[in-house]
């Protein structure tokens, strides 16, 4: 999973370098093209291991390849509120799909990966299979900054020790833009 980040990020570097070093002026008129972004979370998570809430923190990254169809990468610790030590970590990613509207940026997403789930008191732990459908709105504060509104995730963990575990929660945050080949600023 960590390599397929690296990879998206120099995936973007590549691409912006391209954008960055050509000898021709731009032309007069081009569409939105690929951005980056990455951001930080708070979440709240119903963990479906004895019914119990969860918060953590996570950092996500967004690489828009064209205006609305991008890949998203997210990792994601839920420590807080825990019971015997009991927590997940989760490392994903997927394509994500947005339709931006003035400021606002409704998504979908479909996203796959790693769990990792620690069991009460330490007596084992685990790495599972997750499969992660979710959706939220991001708010643009700007050029460079977004607002992560919501972000609602459902989990599949389905080769889990005791059968299905089905996480959901939702998440807000916030981003930064690192770049954009989009021609002029978009509002």
Not at 121 to 147: K, T
Request: charged share 15%; glycine share 12%.
């Amino acid at each position: 999973m960590r390599t397929l980040l690296l990879s998206l990020c120099l995936l973007a570097l590549g691409t912006w370098a391209t954008q960055c070093c050509h000898a021709q002026a731009s032309p007069a008129a081009v569409g939105p093209g690929s951005s980056l972004a990455i951001g930080g979370t708070f979440s709240q998570y119903q963990m479906d291991y004895g019914k119990r809430w969860l918060g953590g923190t996570g950092v996500f990254a967004d690489l828009n390849l064209t205006q609305h169809i991008g890949i998203e990468g997210e990792a994601r610790w839920l420590r807080l509120n825990q019971f015997a030590n009991t927590n997940e970590t989760t490392w994903l990613a997927g394509p994500r799909v947005s339709y931006g509207y003035w400021r606002l940026e409704p998504y979908v997403k479909v996203l796959a990966g790693q769990g990792h789930f620690n069991f009460p008191y330490n007596y084992a732990s685990g790495n599972y299979f997750v499969i992660a459908p979710g959706g939220g709105l991001d708010w643009h504060a700007g050029h460079r900054w977004r607002v992560r509104l919501i972000d609602v995730e459902f989990q599949d963990w389905p080769q889990f020790t005791y059968g299905n575990l089905h996480p959901y929660g939702f998440s807000t945050g916030i981003s930064y833009r690192l770049f954009c080949a989009c021609g002029l600023p978009r509002k």
